[in-house]
């Protein structure tokens, strides 16, 4: 495989083991959160999904985006399902352009995000989105451990 397949295949899994944690979590603890301070359940899937679309855009521009202005903050916080039907054309977005890309692209492409501390090449970028996914992933299992709520295994 190629990297750019492989890139690809690590999004599209950690996506897969995430739609199953996230269409696992009951209605009633959606909103749950572990302090006033914290994300809710359903606040964190948007976090994800947001934080991808960011992401995208983010690689497109080659580094932070002076402004940015949510596509998901005008939509009402309903269900997982309204969130992943709402993420689906974004999501798509994104693969296409990291599919448009070619393996030179992964290390000589720049993203400079030194506002916030980093400059990386374009292949380290796109794994740490996944990374930052999948960090989210055990942050909700520890939130339904905390909650008393039974987890679905991700490790299929």
């Not at 495989?1 to 083991?17: A, C, F, G, T, Y």
């Not at 983010?58 to 399902?81: A, F, R, T």
Request: charged fraction near 30%.
């Amino acid at each position: 495989m190629k990297s750019i397949e492989l890139i690809i295949l690590n999004l599209e899994e950690v996506r897969r083991r995430n739609i199953k944690l996230w269409t696992s979590i009951p209605k009633g603890t959606l909103h749950w959160k572990p302090d006033d301070k914290a994300m809710s359940c359903l606040e964190m899937v948007r976090h994800v999904l947001d934080s991808e679309h960011y992401y995208h855009l983010s690689i497109k521009n080659q580094g932070s985006l002076p402004v940015y202005e949510s596509p998901y903050e005008k939509q009402p916080l309903i269900s997982v399902e309204a969130e992943l039907n709402f993420a689906e054309p974004y999501r798509r977005d994104f693969l296409e352009t990291i599919i448009s890309f070619s393996e030179n692209d992964l290390s000589n492409i720049k993203i400079d995000r030194s506002d916030v501390g980093y400059i990386r090449d374009l292949g380290d970028m796109l794994l740490r989105i996944a990374y930052h996914e999948s960090v989210h992933t055990g942050q909700l299992l520890d939130y339904l451990r905390t909650a008393g709520v039974p987890r679905i295994s991700v490790w299929d």
